[in-house]
């Protein structure tokens, strides 16, 4: 390590070994296992203290020759080609506040209309306007993030049905006092917290024995709960349910009916970024990467040369931590491609390995090594819908059958292995818990959060059926009017109308309802991925 005079928690780590597979230029990016991303400030080519078929002496391998050994040429970077270390997009605070246009911004906006409808763009077959109007067309340049002015806009309208189907009572049709309470309750970030407690536990060192066993505890319940009785939860006594479950609509059909993947995106997608067709980027870096291996130029290492390192910028602890481990192991560098350094949301096939026994929750952290990277996630799991659009979030990884993990990473090109990896409380050595591969790199893949509110038939006539214990005041039951009813024997229907003061509703179904039957609901919610308290294992 070399310290840095303009920062003291700053440093330069040296790293000396060969370059394999293919030439490293001083321009690139590098990924440090464990690390990071970092940029580099100079490249020293080396004579090879250890050549093959050479006699030495048994002492050729001392550190002391290694640190002495020529420099044949150095290789410094191109300020004007040097791959920027971008890591998140910054956002405009300001890029959501809305102003008043002038005549000319009114008159320029109108002339960019009447050009794009006079230029053809090609799209693929079937996409309508409003889908159109998502897609931007693609340049070899920068890659723009993903726009969102940064705020988690809560502001719906009440319990929304499928294409915008609302039903509800206006604000001025509405004699409920709790109304303006309700309407000011979407904004609290409290409702929108997860039906059971978030998944990550308090770190081991904060934590006694006793702590640490209850938490495993709970956790194997709600696994287990999660098994026997998928999605359903209870509707609480103490908060009305159109406050619990503000940010939940209703779909009518989950294969078919329409959902925006631009909507209220949270603040994290300001920070991501995003390609219009990833295929075609990959394809086009991959072909960039071959013409600078082909050209063999002056600031790259070739294959097989001894050289060291300059790495720059790197933080003292996670050098400190390198140079550590590096007594044990080998430090492994790899060159990054272009965009590489940058995060997005990305998708993995996975599956619970068979000699881990431990339920695995949504959100947990876990550390997952793809390819020559090691780096922090805490995903969220979800079914591979092949006929819908929309794929049902899943509280627990399963046992036996492959799931969808969807995480906020660096941008990484398929294909590429992975293997999930577990600290167990109290344990050194991280477990095997998961392997897989990535699957994709899309941050408009939509995870819908799934619940189901279940009530009792109480009296049964016909088709029609008066049901208790879904909800527990007329409001509520005012509220989810428009959302459709079902239940575990086969049966369809709808609510009618409330009755009592107690959450007691009538429903008129499409056949003859049984009375030890049980009405179901089904709501949904969008879920994202959680975004890492920290990127590298050497950073902790």
């Given at each position: 390590?070399?310290?840095?005079?303009?920062?003291?928690?700053?440093?330069?780590?040296?790293?000396?070994?060969?370059?394999?597979?293919?030439?490293?230029?001083?321009?690139?990016?590098?990924?440090?296992?464990?690390?990071?991303?970092?940029?580099?400030?100079?490249?020293?080519?080396?004579?090879?203290?250890i050549p093959l078929n050479a006699r030495k002496d048994h002492n050729a391998?001392?550190?002391?020759?290694?640190?002495?050994?020529?420099?044949?040429?150095?290789?410094?970077?191109?300020?004007?080609?040097?791959?920027?270390?971008?890591?998140?997009?910054?956002?405009?605070?300001?890029?959501?506040?809305?102003?008043?246009?002038?005549?000319a911004e009114m008159a320029e906006a109108e002339r960019n209309q009447k050009q794009k409808r006079l230029r053809k763009r090609a799209l693929p077959r079937g996409t309508s306007e409003y889908q159109a109007a998502w897609i931007v067309d693609d340049t070899d340049g920068e890659d723009s993030g993903v726009e969102n002015d940064g705020d988690d806009d809560e502001d719906d309208d009440g319990m929304l049905l499928d294409e915008g189907e609302s039903g509800f009572p206006s604000q001025e049709d509405s004699n409920n006092p709790d109304f303006e309470e309700d309407q000011v309750s979407l904004h609290l970030r409290d409702s929108d917290e997860e039906t059971e407690n978030d998944s990550v536990m308090m770190e081991g060192d904060n934590m006694t024995r006793e702590q640490i066993e209850d938490e495993i505890k709970k956790t194997n319940e709600a696994h287990a709960e999660d098994?026997?009785?998928?999605?359903?939860?209870?509707?609480?006594?103490?908060?009305p349910a159109r406050k619990r479950f503000a940010k939940y609509r209703g779909l009518k059909s989950f294969r078919t009916s329409s959902w925006d993947p631009k909507e209220s995106l949270p603040p994290e997608y300001a920070r991501i970024f995003a390609f219009d067709s990833f295929a075609r980027k990959q394809k086009h870096v991959v072909a960039q990467a071959l013409k600078v291996e082909q050209e063999g130029r002056d600031?790259?290492?070739?294959?097989?040369?001894?050289?060291?390192?300059?790495?720059?910028?790197?933080?003292?602890?996670?050098?400190?931590?390198?140079?550590?481990?590096?007594?044990?192991?080998?430090?492994?560098?790899?060159?990054?491609?272009?965009?590489?350094?940058?995060?997005?949301?990305?998708?993995?096939?996975?599956?619970?390995?068979?000699?881990?026994?431990?339920?695995?929750?949504?959100?947990?952290?876990?550390?997952?090594?793809?390819?020559?990277?090691q780096f922090v996630a805490r995903p969220i799991f979800s079914t591979d819908n092949i006929n819908s659009d929309k794929h049902k979030m899943e509280r627990f990884l399963h046992a036996g059958r492959f799931s969808i993990a969807s995480i906020y990473a660096s941008i990484s090109f398929p294909p590429l292995p992975l293997i999930a990896l577990k600290n167990a409380a109290g344990a050194g050595t991280p477990a095997v818990a998961a392997v897989g591969s990535l699957r994709s790199i899309d941050p408009d893949r939509i995870i819908l959060k799934k619940i189901i509110l279940t009530?009792?038939?109480?009296?049964?006539?016909?088709?029609?059926?008066?049901?208790?214990?879904?909800?527990?005041?007329?409001?509520?039951?005012?509220?989810?009017?428009?959302?459709?009813?079902?239940?575990?024997?086969?049966?369809?229907?709808?609510?009618?109308?409330?009755?009592?003061?107690?959450?007691?509703?009538?429903?008129?179904?499409?056949?003859?309802?049984?009375?030890?039957d049980t009405v179901c609901m089904s709501l949904y919610k969008r879920a994202y991925p959680k975004w890492p308290e920290h990127r590298f294992p050497a950073n902790v």
């Open positions: 390590m070399v310290p840095d005079d303009s920062s003291p928690e700053k440093c330069t780590l040296l790293l000396t070994g060969y370059t394999r597979a293919h030439s490293l230029s001083v321009n690139q990016l590098v990924h440090v296992s464990g690390a990071g991303d970092f940029q580099l400030s100079r490249i020293d080519i080396m004579k090879d203290p391998m001392d550190s002391d020759d290694i640190e002495d050994a020529e420099i044949i040429r150095s290789l410094a970077p191109d300020p004007s080609s040097q791959e920027p270390l971008l890591v998140e997009n910054v956002p405009d605070p300001l890029a959501g506040e809305q102003t008043w246009p002038t005549e098994e026997e009785f998928p999605d359903e939860v209870d509707t609480p006594l103490d908060v600031d790259c290492a070739p294959v097989g040369s001894f050289a060291r390192f300059y790495i720059k910028e790197v933080p003292f602890h996670v050098a400190s931590n390198l140079c550590a481990a590096s007594r044990t192991a080998p430090i492994v560098l790899c060159g990054l491609l272009q965009h590489e350094s940058k995060m997005s949301v990305l998708h993995f096939s996975i599956k619970k390995h068979d000699s881990y026994d431990a339920p695995i929750k949504s959100k947990e952290e876990l550390i997952f090594h793809v390819g020559f990277r009530g009792y038939p109480q009296r049964v006539s016909k088709l029609k059926a008066t049901v208790r214990y879904m909800f527990h005041n007329p409001e509520d039951v005012r509220w989810f009017k428009p959302v459709e009813v079902w239940t575990k024997c086969g049966r369809r229907g709808r609510v009618k109308e409330p009755i009592g003061t107690h959450g007691g509703m009538k429903c008129i179904f499409n056949g003859g309802l049984q009375q030890h």
